[in-house]
């Protein structure tokens, strides 16, 4: 009886110890307490995103004419779109020879329109390489993107740069399942069924309202595999001792960073528990490269695209941009495996032993808490890379 006494003593303390402390971080989008995820929105904000970055086709897109600028480090990078929907660029003049569609890592985060991949290599083959990146894209996006812009850049040479991470991306419908508070990230996404490849519509309209999200949630809970794989793994509730083991590693780590942490870094704490955040991503999407059916609807969809622009008799190439946190994981051979499989049916240019061959490849990426880009050292890099595989 004793004894029973002690342990319900030491559950107890563990029970409140743990609630106090997920009380302290509710300002964390990474300490998920409620449900009700229509409490997340902004009214004010959302008609914003409807207004300048929403697009049906896409989820999300980089708009015409549009200037802006990011600072990390103190050091601003600054980027501009033209009226065509391509990155800005010097060698625009010249007839357009390949054009580039894909997410961050095609977009250039993190350096100034100059120094980019493309712009490297529009100098060097004194061609004209356009961009059409966007951050976050998955492979979806990116090929959905080229179906829209296919009639407007008349180039019989395509290249898809995405990050390994795509496979978990075109599988999500709404983003912030994978990316807790990525609120307006609604997009198109994948289902692989009777081995074919669907590609599902935005499920926010273009007409749908600040009072429409409430249906769409419920609908995503339902559509999107990463509301229960992912999202309710990270949810707290009572009794909160059970979830905090349901996810231990994760949570274990963000609370030693809490109880290290200066109150007056508090305000920041989201930026200095990030590496752990995007630590857990990758390997999350190194364990789909493991599964069958992701990798079924990996490899499908990218055999649909390669057709697809066969048919349109272009030439497609595919180029893996590993994150930083992808070559410091051994768990990086499952997605390699793959790629190396699909590269002898098609054209598919894997980073990651480039990098890996390169001592001291963090010098390549920009330290930032995304996770590092490439900085201009890393575009020049993969830029020589990818030109040799052109030629």
């Known amino acids: 009886m004793k004894s029973l006494i002690i342990i319900f003593g030491i559950y107890l303390i563990l029970e409140i110890i743990i609630f106090v402390i997920i009380r302290n971080l509710k300002f964390s989008k990474w300490i998920i307490t409620k449900n009700n995820l229509f409490e997340l929105f902004n009214k004010v904000k959302f008609l914003k995103f409807k207004k300048t970055n929403y697009s049906l086709q896409l989820g999300w897109d980089k708009k015409p004419n549009y200037k802006n600028f990011e600072t990390n480090k103190k050091i601003k990078t600054f980027y501009s779109i033209n009226s065509k929907g391509y990155r800005n660029s010097k060698f625009d003049k010249r007839k357009n020879a390949i054009a580039t569609f894909g997410d961050s890592y095609t977009f250039c985060r993190q350096v100034n329109d100059a120094d980019t991949w493309q712009e490297i290599i529009s100098r060097n083959k004194k061609i004209f390489v356009s961009n059409y990146g966007v951050g976050n894209y998955g492979l979806d996006q990116a090929y959905l993107k080229f179906n829209f812009k296919f009639n407007k850049i008349n180039c019989k040479e395509i290249i898809f740069g995405i990050v390994p991470e795509t496979i978990c991306r075109v599988q999500s419908s709404w983003k912030n399942y994978l990316e807790f508070g990525n609120l307006h990230g609604f997009k198109p ?26 249906n769409i949630i419920a609908l995503s809970k339902q559509k999107d595999r990463f509301y229960k794989d992912k999202y309710l793994k990270y949810f707290f509730k009572f009794p909160f001792i059970i979830s905090f083991f349901h996810n231990f590693t994760f949570n274990i780590n963000i609370l030693s960073k809490y109880l290290f942490v200066k109150k007056k870094e508090l305000i920041n704490f989201d930026e200095t528990v990030f590496p752990i955040v995007m630590n857990a991503n990758i390997k999350l999407s190194h364990r789909l490269y ?17 057709k697809d622009l066969l048919k349109k008799k272009i030439t497609c190439h595919f180029v893996i941009f590993p994150q930083l946190f992808d070559l410091k994981l051994s768990t990086r051979v499952n997605y390699q495996n793959l790629y190396k499989g699909l590269s002898n049916k098609m054209n598919i240019i894997d980073l990651t032993n480039s990098f890996l061959q390169k001592k001291n490849f963090e010098k390549l990426f920009t330290n930032d808490k995304y996770g590092g880009h490439l900085n201009k050292k890393g575009n020049i890099f993969v830029a020589k890379i990818i030109q040799k595989k052109l030629n």
Do not use: G, V
């Open 290 to 306: 493991n599964e069958t059916y992701s990798i079924n609807l990996m490899k499908k969809l990218f055999e649909k695209i390669n």
């Open 189 to 214: 996404y994948c289902e692989y069924k009777n081995n074919n490849i669907l590609i599902h519509p935005n499920p926010l309209k273009k007409n749908s309202t600040f009072k429409d999200i409430k």
